[in-house]
């Protein structure tokens, strides 16, 4: 049984109200997330355009002044598709070019057919911005580094690269095939295609926000609120990452470093001044870290690295970058400029050890001897070696 051009109008229609119902349901529930009424309006400007295109025939085209009004609409959904994706991406909005690509497709198009202009032009100028607005909704995806991307973003990337492949393979269409763009069964792919772009776009941006704040949740869990540092459990799930990467065991140095003498500046300068250190003192130490190393709350006012690739000298050396790091300059507070030190003890990872335990053990006894010898300096703590077996007397 054929496909109805106008059953697929219908279902299109039906589709939109369902997803526009959606977001402006999640819209009450979060207010705060203004995109879902902006992904809402642009739903409502295509069901606009939808329901202003019920009965025309596929491949008639449209007057100068009806095509104006309708290509406006389908321009200001794709535009505000663009302005909500810089919302949830956080970015400032150019609401120029918004406007622009809003009015552009339908003024343009309703003012070359006024003129006279042939119609595959007019439909080149359409397509061209159209395919420049689904463009630059993909760009907004693109441009958060793969890293951080979310897996659910590509599933709404793939319905503007679908959509602006279409636009671009249109032009084409028009000006070396135009006798299959006139076709009867070309109306309907075109819609069954607008259709399967659509629900990817609308069912990716449900998606990916919910996505965003599973992520954002899991970061909170790991993430220690204070120094933006992770927290043990931090650590532990990063060491764990690196070592399903890397398949072998956990090797290198630990670091346990201690702000020195830190309760009397909460005693003298308050909690808040306390809380300011404890961040100025987590920025240094991330800032003065090497590459592949980890640095996290620990606890209280002591924090704890990770050195890959480390053996006792590199330990050595890294704790004393640490350690000028944060008593080099003095720290910023309300009552005045406060010099700030830390203690560090250091520890090797002994072959196989498969936790950071025992490491930790030993970093902690260095720690005590460095408070214990006057504060303000890192010393290392060795394992014991293996004891060796003892060979038979001939």
Not at 29 to 58: K, N, Q
Not at 164 to 177: D, G, M
Not at 236 to 250: I, K, Q, S, V
Request: aromatic share 8%.
């Amino acid at each position: 049984m054929p496909l109805d051009f106008g059953t697929l109008q219908i279902a299109s229609i039906v589709s939109r109200i369902a997803f526009t119902s959606v977001f402006l349901v999640t819209l009450l529930r979060h207010p705060r997330e203004i995109y879902f009424a902006v992904w809402a309006s642009a739903l409502v400007s295509s069901l606009a355009a939808s329901f202003l295109m019920l009965g025309d025939p596929p491949a008639v085209p449209l007057g100068a002044a009806r095509g104006a009004v309708i290509y406006v609409l389908y321009g200001a959904s794709l535009a505000v598709s663009w302005v909500g994706l810089r919302l949830f991406h956080e970015r400032p909005l150019h609401l120029p070019l918004a406007v622009m690509l809003t009015l552009g497709p339908g003024l343009l198009y309703g003012g070359l057919m006024w003129l006279g202009v042939p119609v595959e032009w007019c439909f080149t100028v359409l397509f061209g911005i159209l395919a420049v607005s689904t463009s630059l909704c993909a760009v907004e995806i693109l441009r958060t580094p793969a890293k951080e991307r979310l897996w659910t973003q590509y599933t709404v990337l793939s319905g503007f690269v679908g959509y602006t492949a279409v636009f671009l393979a249109s032009i084409l269409v028009i000006h070396f095939a135009s006798e299959r763009l006139a076709a009867p069964e070309s109306g309907v792919y075109a819609l069954l295609f607008d259709q399967w772009c659509g629900v990817f776009i609308q069912v990716g941006y449900l998606a990916m926000v919910s996505e965003r704040a599973h992520v954002r949740i899991s970061r909170l869990a790991d993430t220690d609120p204070l120094t933006g540092l992770p927290n043990r459990r931090g650590l532990a799930a990063a060491l764990d990452r690196r070592a399903a990467t890397r398949n072998r065991a956990l090797s290198g140095a630990l670091l346990v470093i201690d702000i020195d003498h830190f309760k009397s500046i909460n005693d003298t300068y308050g909690h808040e001044s306390g809380d300011r250190v404890l961040a100025d003192v987590a920025a240094r130490l991330q800032n003065a870290m090497r590459a592949d190393d980890i640095v996290a709350r620990w606890g209280g006012e002591e924090f704890l690295a990770v050195l890959e690739r480390a053996d006792g000298a590199a330990a050595v050396i890294v704790a004393e970058r640490l350690r000028e790091a944060v008593s080099g300059r003095s720290f910023a507070l309300d009552r005045g400029p406060v010099a700030v030190t830390v203690s560090i003890g250091a520890s090797l990872v002994a072959a196989g050890e498969a936790k950071i335990d025992a490491a930790v053990a030993r970093a902690d006894a260095a720690l005590y001897a460095a408070k214990r010898d006057g504060r303000n300096r890192a010393v290392l703590n060795l394992p014991e070696p293996a004891p060796q077996a003892r060979g038979r007397v001939a």
